[in-house]
């Protein structure tokens, strides 16, 4: 099956507001899927929705052919725009405890979570407790946390924000080499500069409603622009031009 | 987790030692209060009782004398019992210095002088005995034409009840604490990407659960420890009042069931709506919020009376089956056997019912409370999608 995540006629509404109307959209294996929008626009819903944390209003969210569940954890990794982990705890035994609840032994989790942090620069801080860590190391662990048992599925919420330079690249890389071992990636991100340089396709969102969706290619030409910020600030022009 | 059961420990032993120390101290200054002068005027005083207790009695006429030798030093103390003492029922105490612990001495003194007195003319120290310190009474009492255990048939269901104030105090709040930490964390959206919320919560539960038979058992361990190095030292003899023995504990087990069932269901109750408030409120609503809980379990014991005296009372009825009110109620009623079965039965029902309802609730609006970081939820979002 090329198709990792379906998304059919997805609707939220949450109280008595809507969220999301009648969302459409797939993501392939090995792709990276930019999913655009501004802040309260219903990226986060349509996440949350397609993790099985909301319930859809309307429509399928399926990931391999399947709504999601916790029962297949080892699917999906998932870093939230809202960071947390456990701070009281060590940085190795936040990656061994979530790892052990995607499913992995306490060994593999511990092996796989030592050569990550060794990987990201932070392999002798492994035994401190989490809150010891700065900002960016903590995000870096929370990274970390998804990719633990090489998921088919990773959906990473603004990865780099509050990252430096040098960090942002060593993410972007680490999701590279897993986009290319075939893993499908939605990318969160109000960066357009990461899309341009990751995406194979994109969805920007407003107000729920999809306004431009398909290749990085597809949409600049379709909406006539050179580059997919100039494409976000034409969707989002009307509101300017209101306000 | 033993950290709570080990500083109580601590105290008590801490109180304990104060006590005896401050007991010894007592004794140690009563040997050695000498040069007290007492003045009797009353009459009830006689001379050869004060002279047994190595003081001097002194004439009313020197009072003003002795008063002035106290000031200076000369006499550690003076009493003084005036004429109008039955009516006035007061009397004077004058201390040469301001350590309380002597200056309770000299009182003391006074007090004992003129119980003493009082008790004399009984005669025999054993008469005076049983005048001053009354008797221990045994107390026998018949139940369907039968001798009846007494107290002893209340104190095994009593330990349920018990139990439940020790985790309503030292657990429940445990529960509320881990959710609210876990949102503001933020780490309850990763949690629940790979769990079940129905597996959270009763994670939850069942940490809390463990938790608390820790810390009962550690509890217990300590007042084992106390009560085996206090009989080895000689220093305790154990005297139960209203005729407790415990080599004659009643073991029944309906009461025992219900007793059970009841501590369960009630913690698993309590559980629920911890939970629930931690989910809906953000964490400092929820912790005044939770102050509901704590006042619940007390309430009942403003009408205590009326739980143990008239059981078929109306307001005795609703505390029962109302939900915040009905675990210790259930529990008070059941140590003392003023519920029959079929009460009993149908409060242990409801009971369950609302638990379960608790927990369904908690599970329910968990996932949507878990992710309101500032906000309450609505009552409305909890019923909709």
């Known amino acids: ?243 | 987790m033993i950290a709570l059961p080990l500083i109580i420990g601590v105290v008590f032993l801490l109180v304990f030692i104060s006590d005896k120390a401050s007991t010894d101290r007592l004794d140690s200054l009563a040997n050695e209060i000498k040069n007290v002068a007492i003045v009797d005027e009353s009459g009830y005083v006689p001379a050869r009782v004060i002279e047994a207790g190595g003081q001097q009695s002194r004439p009313a006429s020197d009072l003003s004398e002795l008063k002035q030798e106290v000031a200076e030093g000369k006499l550690n103390g003076l009493i003084h019992y005036p004429a109008d003492l039955t009516e006035s029922k007061n009397f004077e105490v004058f201390v040469n210095s301001t350590d309380l612990s002597r200056v309770q001495t000299v009182q003391s003194l006074a007090d004992s002088l003129l119980q003493a007195s009082l008790f004399a003319p009984l005669g025999s120290a054993d008469v005076i005995a049983l005048a001053q310190n009354g008797a221990s009474s045994t107390l026998v009492t018949y139940e369907n034409g039968k001798v009846s255990p007494g107290f002893n048939k209340y104190i095994v269901p009593g330990m349920f009840a018990l139990a439940f104030y020790l985790i309503l105090f030292f657990s429940i709040g445990y529960i509320l604490t881990s959710i609210s930490e876990e949102k503001e964390n933020r780490s309850m959206e990763m949690a629940l990407t790979y769990l079940r919320p129905r597996l959270l919560i009763l994670g939850k539960l069942i940490g809390v659960i463990l938790v608390t038979l820790t810390q009962l058992a550690f509890m217990g361990a300590l007042i084992a420890i106390a009560l085996l190095l206090l009989t080895q030292t000689d220093a305790l003899t154990l005297q139960l009042p209203a005729g407790i023995d415990l080599a004659k504990l009643v073991f029944d087990p309906v009461a025992i069931f219900f007793g059970a069932g009841f501590l369960i269901a009630g913690f698993m109750l309590y559980a629920g709506l911890m939970a629930i408030t931690a989910a809906a409120l953000p964490a400092r609503q929820a912790n005044a919020f939770s102050s509901v809980f704590y006042i619940a379990g007390f309430a009942p014991f403003y009408m205590i009376q009326l739980i143990l005296t008239d059981p078929t009372n109306p307001v005795t009825t609703f505390v029962t089956f109302f939900p915040l009110t009905s675990p210790i109620v259930s529990l008070v009623r059941n140590t003392v056997g003023n519920m029959g079965i079929a009460e009993s039965s149908l409060a242990l029902a409801t009971m369950t019912a609302f638990m379960l309802l608790a927990v369904w609730l908690a599970v329910k609006i968990f996932p949507k409370g878990a992710l309101e970081y500032q906000n309450a939820l609505s009552f409305k979002s909890l019923f909709r999608s």
């Open chain 1, 1 to 243: 099956m090329n198709t990792v995540v379906s998304v059919t006629n997805f609707s939220l509404k949450l109280g008595d507001k809507q969220i999301v109307k009648e969302l459409n959209f797939e993501v392939k294996k090995g792709e990276v899927f930019a999913f655009l929008g501004a802040n309260g626009s219903g990226k986060t819903s349509t996440i949350r929705s397609l993790l099985n944390i909301y319930e859809p209003t309307n429509g399928e969210l399926l990931i391999n052919g399947k709504p999601y569940s916790a029962d297949r954890a080892t699917v999906v990794g998932y870093l939230p725009e809202e960071r947390g982990l456990y701070t009281r705890i060590s940085a190795i035994d936040n990656l061994i405890y979530f790892g052990e609840m995607k499913g992995l032994s306490r060994a593999e989790a511990r092996v796989k979570g030592l050569a990550f942090l060794e990987e990201v620069g932070l392999g002798e801080k492994a035994n401190l407790k989490l809150k010891k860590l700065s900002g960016g190391q903590q995000q870096k662990v929370q990274l970390g946390v998804a990719i633990m048992g090489d998921p088919d599925l990773l959906i990473l919420d603004e990865p780099t924000k509050g990252l430096d330079p040098i960090n942002r690249k060593l993410l972007l890389d680490i999701v590279d080499a897993h986009q290319k071992n075939g893993a499908a990636v939605i990318y969160v991100t109000h960066l357009m500069e990461e899309v341009e340089r990751l995406a194979d396709r994109l969805l920007i969102l407003k107000d729920g409603e999809a306004k431009a969706y398909g290749t990085v290619a597809e949409v600049k030409k379709k909406l006539k622009v050179k580059t997919i910020e100039e494409a976000f600030v034409t969707i989002y022009d009307d509101t300017l031009e209101e306000k």
